[in-house]
Structure formats: C-alpha cells, structure tokens
C-alpha cells in the first residue's frame, strides 16, 4: 500500500474528499449507534460515503490502514481519516464497565477484571520471567511524562520522577498511578491523497510505506503466553516485509503505552529488543529522545493521553509534525522514518504503520 499525507499548506477543498473514516469506540453516554452520519453532518461532508472503525484501542491504526486501501484504491484525491473519544462525562463505575467491553466478558470483564487489572497481570508475569523490571517501567513513565510537557496538546504537563514513579499509590500491582494512560477525550484527523497528486497540496509530503495488522485470542487465558504480544509481532512482520525496511531504517517510534509495561513489551514484539531486554535498553537512555532510538516524543499514552478512537490518529500526527521537522521543542534531531504502533484491548489487536519522508 503507498499513500502520502497532504498538509493544507496550500489549502484542500471539502469536494476533493470523497471518503472518510472515523474511529471511535463510543464510549459511554456517547454510545451512539451510525456515528458516520454525524462526522458526514460535522465535517460537512454529508452524501460522502463513510465507515466507522471500532477495533478498541486500535480503532485508529485500523482506520488508518483501510484509508490507505482506500486511496490505492485510486478513486479519491483525498481521504478523510478521524478518530474521536469523549471518556470524562461518566462516573467511574460507569467508565470501567464501559473500557472492559473491548476485553473478554465472560471470565475477565465479569468477574471484576480490569485493563489496569490484566496489565498488572501481563508485568508480573513479566518479571517472573526475566526478573524485576520496576526502575524500568518508572524510566518509561518519567521519560513520556517529560516528553509531554513539551507537548502544548498532552494531556499532563507535569514531569514526574522514577522516584515519584515507584512511590505513588498502585493501582494493580506491580501498576501504580503513574503507570497507567488515564482517562481522556480528544480527536484527531489526517488527510491522505494517492502519491501522484499529493504536491497538489504540499511540498512537503508525508509516505506511508506500509500499514501492518494483526489479531489474537481476545482473551488472554486464551493465549500460549502473556509477555508477546503476537497481534503486534505479526503487524510488524507484515509492514517491514511489505515496505522492504530493517529495523535500523527507523528514527523513532510511536508505541502503545496504555500501561508503562506495554511500552517494553512493543519493544520485544516490534523487533527492536530480545525478549527480556527491553529494560535493559530503556534504562540505558536509548529510548530518551535525544536516544538512539526515541519512542514516545509526543508523551505516549502515558502522558498525552489515550482518548481510545483518537489514539492511532494522534500518533500518526505526531509522526507527521516530526517527519516534517515541525515538532518545536521535543523534536526529534534527523528523523526521516517513523512507525506507528496500535493495539487494541489487551493485545487482541494491533495495527503497525511506516512512514517516511522526502
Ligand atoms: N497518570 C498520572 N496522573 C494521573 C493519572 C494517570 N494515569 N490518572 C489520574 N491522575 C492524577 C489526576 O490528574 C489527579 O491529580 P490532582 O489530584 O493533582 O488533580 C489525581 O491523579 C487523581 O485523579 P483521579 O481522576 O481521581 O484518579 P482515579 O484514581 O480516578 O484514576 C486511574 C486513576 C489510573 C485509575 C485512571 O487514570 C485509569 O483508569 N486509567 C486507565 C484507563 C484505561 O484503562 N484505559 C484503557 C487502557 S487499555
């Protein structure tokens, strides 16, 4: 698949888009059933054909993907791709029920299991296997915390340290407060154009090269093991294969932080660490935005947020600003490839994009 962004730097007509999609999970009091219609209605696009995408957390990456479809399928100058989540108008009681449908319902959701839950789970499991990781997991904390406070769109701004990180409340043990996403509504939109006609728009596109996807059992005892993530493993797989990539190609990436825990196990399933090593690296600073290899310079779920929808869409903007050279004060030097990492529920399903630039 191959599609570029287009900016508006030199303005785009409603009329040129002819087909949108729209993430979101519909989250609850705004569980509203045929939400096409109404991004039709709001964005002024009524009589455009639109698809809502509902993969959970990866509602994003997945619409991504079918945009791109989309576009090669080269009927269109412009593809409108939205993602969008209002969280915050509901009780927490009402909020936890709501997250748990992405997940099993039978023998997690009823039986009181939550996301923080099933995350505190997948690191015990974790250090059982490859000892104690918590200096690490505060690393990833402190680090995306700090990347968000240069971000004028994050959701915190405050930095906190591995210290602060260790000593705040948990949430799921070994989780604490500073170790789960939090709740959040945002948006976020892209407009993709086929290649050929993307300089109508911009001389400074944005490719993407390739656009992975995967699944897996959506229950975790399901599932042969708790620390791979094989829907991201097999997203990856696809994406370097299609866009004929190594891993070195990559300056930087976009992970799914949801817990700080998913970040070292995106490391492992992506490729850019041996099972095991992902704390060892991340506390080597290589994963720091001035690292070899940044992850996470808009603040990652962690920080920025996770408005589910929104999610994939925002990480892909901030590829898009980076790319682009146009990230400010946490840009990140040289960076020319990028990938987009999304995953849905707990690992069930995974979306994993490339991009480059020039
Ligand atoms: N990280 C850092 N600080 C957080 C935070 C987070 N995830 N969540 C809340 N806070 C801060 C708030 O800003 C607030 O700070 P203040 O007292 O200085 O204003 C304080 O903690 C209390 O906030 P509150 O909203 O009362 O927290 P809570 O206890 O209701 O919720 C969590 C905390 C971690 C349980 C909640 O953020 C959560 O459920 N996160 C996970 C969401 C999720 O599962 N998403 C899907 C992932 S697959």
């Known amino acids: 698949m191959d599609g570029a962004f287009a900016s508006v730097d030199r303005g785009a007509d409603r009329r040129d888009v002819s087909e949108a999609f729209l993430a979101t999970l519909?989250?609850?009091?705004?569980?509203?059933?045929?939400?096409?219609?109404?991004?039709?209605?709001?964005?002024?696009?009524?009589?455009?054909?639109?698809?809502?995408?509902?993969?959970?957390?990866?509602?994003?990456?997945?619409?991504?993907?079918?945009?791109?479809?989309?576009?090669?399928?080269?009927?269109?100058?412009?593809?409108?791709?939205?993602?969008?989540?209002?969280?915050?108008?509901?009780?927490?009681?009402?909020?936890?029920?709501?997250?748990?449908?992405?997940?099993?319902?039978?023998?997690?959701?009823?039986?009181?299991?939550?996301?923080?839950?099933?995350?505190?789970?997948?690191?015990?499991?974790?250090?059982a296997e490859h000892g104690d990781a918590s200096e690490a997991?505060?690393?990833?904390?402190?680090?995306?915390?700090?990347?968000?406070?240069?971000?004028?769109?994050?959701?915190?701004?405050?930095?906190?340290?591995?210290?602060?990180?260790?000593?705040?409340?948990?949430?799921?043990?070994?989780?604490?407060?500073?170790?789960?996403?939090?709740?959040?509504?945002?948006?976020?939109?892209?407009?993709?154009?086929?290649?050929?006609?993307?300089?109508?728009?911009?001389?400074?596109?944005?490719?993407?090269?390739?656009?992975?996807?995967?699944?897996?059992?959506?229950?975790?005892q399901e599932r042969p093991e708790l620390t791979r993530f094989r829907a991201s493993h097999r997203a990856a797989h696809e994406a370097f294969r299609s866009a004929g990539w190594n891993r070195s190609d990559v300056s930087f990436l976009e992970v799914h932080d949801c817990f700080t825990i998913a970040e070292l196990l995106a490391l492992e399933d992506l490729g850019f660490a041996a099972p095991g090593e992902a704390p060892r690296m991340t506390l080597s600073g290589a994963t720091r935005r001035d690292g070899r290899l940044p992850v996470n310079p808009d603040g990652g779920l962690k920080a920025k947020g996770h408005p589910i929808g929104a999610t994939g869409v925002s990480q892909v903007y901030e590829i898009f600003l980076q790319l682009r050279g146009q990230a400010g004060l946490r840009q990140v030097a040289g960076a020319d490839h990028a990938l987009a990492h999304n995953v849905g529920g707990a690992g069930a399903t995974a979306a994993v994009s490339l991009f480059s630039v020039g």
């Open 26 to 127: 519909g989250f609850g009091g705004h569980q509203i059933g045929n939400a096409a219609a109404a991004l039709a209605e709001e964005a002024g696009l009524v009589g455009v054909p639109v698809t809502r995408v509902e993969n959970a957390c990866a509602s994003g990456g997945f619409a991504l993907r079918s945009a791109l479809a989309a576009v090669s399928a080269g009927a269109s100058p412009l593809v409108l791709v939205t993602g969008v989540e209002k969280m915050t108008d509901v009780t927490n009681a009402r909020r936890r029920y709501w997250l748990g449908v992405s997940g099993d319902t039978e023998w997690e959701r009823s039986a009181g299991l939550t996301f923080a839950g099933v995350y505190g789970l997948v690191a015990s499991r974790y250090f």
């Open 137 to 220: 997991l505060a690393e990833v904390a402190s680090k995306n915390h700090e990347n968000g406070a240069l971000n004028p769109n994050a959701h915190f701004h405050r930095r906190v340290t591995r210290a602060e990180v260790l000593a705040a409340p948990r949430v799921a043990r070994p989780l604490g407060l500073f170790d789960c996403c939090p709740v959040s509504d945002g948006a976020a939109a892209l407009l993709l154009s086929p290649p050929e006609l993307a300089h109508r728009f911009t001389d400074t596109p944005v490719y993407v090269d390739a656009a992975g996807a995967g699944t897996d059992f959506l229950a975790v």
